[in-house]
């Protein structure tokens, strides 16, 4: 109901003390050699301290009876997504349990760390941008037209953000691993970069599904589910015979074709055509590549040895290239994105009372 309302201050404060004081456990019971319960004992107590905190600042309380009507309300929405979100589950976690089997606890462990790294930002900025998006789009569910403009100005917010972290996260693969876990973990650079260059679509994946959610076909949301992820399978099942490298390069090809899927099942219900989303996304696109190019070339050309220096000073180049690529280039561009990016945060910045 929080989410629904928009009301975000309070769900972030819930979020804050319940990772504060998660995180508090875990490190105190590692500390004193409880090992990996430490990180069970945290998710438990983090957990617990976010219900408690959301009950503190929701007026929101039961009253103790079971509406049957209410159950059956909701019933045939919720199925589907949790079918949907199921299987899901299942596909996500496939490649670990693939890579398990065919190779050695080693290699395992090189892609886990490399798809952990990657998965991280993406996924927090996903969060951010969908715990928006749902209750924006689902207020105008009865308005397809309004629903597209919302669709339209996330699209390009969310791609300028993870196309701008995943690009980054590529170019300064091969100092930030070794400097970050050691230079035993170097072997997860290639997958990193690999799965960045996929990721740049991951947050446009999930507007595209939210949009569909939103307007309440959770069958149609099931449909192009089961679809995306018995590709994903088959594609894991192929690859995973010739090596990680190819299972990766796999996994970024089933990311496109998610996105073209969602796009496909996304345009019969919002008619969100293949022109209009070509025009958001591609500029922009097309503009960080320029962008991480120019970086990259300094990279090479500079040669530097520290890793740390070369992160701070490539991390430099590129963000000053960035911002001057889209600013100098195609100015018109650069102000869409920035009206684009504060028109679809103009309603949080009013609950917040950020002017």
Not at 173 to 187: R, T
Not at 253 to 258: D, H, K, Q, W
Not at 290 to 296: E, K, M
Request: aromatic share 14%.
């Amino acid at each position: 109901m929080l989410s629904r309302d928009l009301e975000l201050k309070q769900t972030t404060i819930a979020s804050f003390f319940s990772t504060l004081i998660g995180g508090a456990v875990s490190i105190i019971m590692a500390l004193t050699d409880y090992g990996v319960w430490s990180l069970v004992a945290g998710y438990l107590v983090g957990t617990v301290t976010r219900v408690v905190a959301l009950w503190i600042v929701s007026t929101w309380r039961p009253r103790g009876k079971l509406s049957m009507n209410s159950i059956k309300s909701v019933w045939k929405y919720s199925i589907n997504i949790l079918s949907a979100n199921i299987f899901m589950t299942i596909v996500n976690n496939l490649s670990n349990v693939l890579i398990g089997k065919k190779y050695t606890a080693s290699d395992l462990g090189l892609y886990n760390r490399a798809f952990n790294l990657y998965y991280l930002p993406v996924s927090l900025l996903t969060g951010v941008i969908n715990r928006i998006a749902f209750p924006v789009f689902s207020k105008n569910q009865d308005n397809l037209t309004a629903m597209k403009g919302q669709l339209r100005k996330a699209v390009v917010f969310s791609v300028f953000l993870s196309g701008f972290v995943c690009f980054l996260i590529a170019i300064l693969a091969d100092p930030f691993v070794p400097l970050l876990l050691g230079d035993n973990w170097s072997g997860s650079i290639e997958y990193l970069q690999i799965l960045s260059l996929g990721g740049v679509f991951f947050p446009v994946n999930v507007l595209l599904i939210t949009a569909i959610k939103s307007t309440g076909r959770s069958d149609l949301y099931l449909k192009v589910e089961l679809l995306k992820k018995t590709i994903i399978m088959i594609v894991l099942f192929i690859t995973v015979n010739y090596g990680i490298i190819y299972m990766t390069w796999g996994l970024l090809f089933t990311g496109f074709l998610a996105y073209v899927l969602n796009a496909k099942f996304t345009m019969k219900k919002i008619d969100y055509s293949w022109k209009e989303q070509f025009e958001d996304f591609l500029p922009v696109l097309l503009m960080l590549g320029v962008a991480s190019a120019i970086a990259l070339g300094f990279k090479v050309v500079l040669n530097i040895d520290s890793r740390l220096l070369e992160m701070v000073v490539v991390g430099i180049i590129y963000f000053i290239t960035c911002s001057a690529v889209i600013y100098n280039f195609r100015h018109t561009i650069y102000k869409e994105i920035y009206t684009k990016c504060f028109e679809f945060l103009n309603p949080v910045l009013k609950k917040l009372k950020i002017k």
